[in-house]
């Protein structure tokens, strides 16, 4: 019975909570005003690779500081840099860095001398410091065994991530950002059955009790996502081009298809592919409403997190949802997907697009 009464709540929504807001909300909107879309990469390149722009120097005295305080996440954050040259992602990993940290930390300290007083480091310089680096990270997410064991299953399903994305349109490192998210806590929430099952075998969890598949999606979201290939009316609706990808084959069990879709442990497939158009449906409402989620990682995962009828297009919107402890520290699932995007971790599997 009260199984039962557990699977009904899950099932109409009962259980659905609104999640807390990240009191850092207000950083995260900032940058994204003070840094619009426009600028960011491909559009943002300079036509002469060579030139890093304006706040060359000022960007190589924030990569010192990182490098003297934080090696490792330095090195991913000046790999980044050099590669795109752009301003506007290396902001963007800095406040990662920064609200991680703390706001009162020597780090911050630092970062603010830059401003006004001339750096010792330049990009040689810099290079020559990062060559070699303690494994070792400001992010707690990223130093256990649980995220070697992610990282190595995430790789693995490399081919079907880039598919799904070319067929959605979705960048595969904002896909993935949701994807890791949701298996960290996974693990942090099912330690005994992610040991169990998962880390030996190096696989992705595949949440099959209150939520389905790799990418712990709800019957409830799944069904609404079903639906809005297909409501012209809808704020969601994609656009015809769209929707047949989720059709089925037959009409006689569509509830039974649906399960087997999203739980399949061999073949992620429809995990990825109902997550990335949870994503573009979401970003097609927000985008109506003249706001652009492209590069809100922040934003899609508090949202995916929150699910569809909590979605509100605004202009600033507050970054949150489910919590999690990660040795010893608490994390919000929008601004950790947040930090793992910017954290410059599975770049060269997943670059910034």
């Known amino acids: 019975m009260f199984l039962a009464s557990g699977f009904f709540a899950v099932r109409w929504g009962l ?7 990240d009191g850092n909300s207000f950083a995260y909107n900032l940058i994204a005003e003070e840094k619009p879309i426009e600028q960011w990469i491909s559009p943002g390149l300079p036509e002469n690779l060579s030139i890093y722009g304006e706040n060359e120097y000022l960007n190589w005295c924030r990569l010192g500081v990182a490098t003297e305080l934080s090696p490792y996440d330095a090195k991913g954050m000046f790999e980044a840099y050099t590669y795109t040259k752009s301003s506007a992602l290396l902001d963007r990993m800095i406040l990662a860095l920064s609200l991680r940290q703390g706001q009162d930390s020597i780090f911050n300290e630092l970062l603010n001398d830059c401003k006004n007083e001339p750096s010792i480091w330049n990009e040689d310089s810099l290079k020559l410091a990062l060559m070699e680096v303690e494994a070792k990270s400001v992010y707690t997410w990223q130093n256990g065994e ?3 064991i992610i990282k190595e299953a995430i790789i693995k399903d490399e081919s079907l991530i880039k598919e799904v994305s070319k067929i959605t349109s979705i960048q595969p490192r904002l896909l993935v950002s949701v994807a890791i998210v949701e298996q960290l806590r996974l693990y942090y929430t099912q330690r005994e059955f992610y040991e169990q099952f998962f880390k030996p075998l190096k696989i992705l969890a595949n949440a099959n009790k209150m939520a389905w598949g790799v990418m712990s999606i709800k019957e409830k979201m799944a069904i609404e996502t079903e639906a809005h290939l297909h409501d012209k009316k809808s704020e969601f609706y994609l656009g015809p081009e769209y929707e047949n990808l989720l059709n089925y084959t037959s009409t006689d069990n569509i509830a039974k298809e649906r399960y087997d879709r999203l739980t399949n442990e061999k073949n992620h497939y429809y995990s990825y592919l109902y997550g990335a158009l ?3 449906q979401l970003q ?4 109506k409403h003249k706001y652009d989620l492209t590069y809100r990682p922040e934003i899609i995962a508090t949202l995916f997190n929150i699910g569809f009828n ?3 297009p605004k202009a600033n919107p507050s970054v949150g949802g489910s919590t999690l402890e990660i040795e010893g520290e608490k994390y919000f699932f929008g601004s950790l997907a947040f930090e793992f995007y910017y954290s410059g971790e599975l770049s060269e599997t997943f670059p910034f697009d």
Request: charged share 25%; glycine share 4%; net charge negative.
């Open 15 to 21: 259980t659905n909570v609104a999640g807390e807001e």
């Open 146 to 148: 649980p995220w070697q």
């Open 278 to 280: 949870i994503i573009k």
């Open 284 to 287: 097609e409402q927000w985008l």
């Open 310 to 312: 909590n979605s509100e």
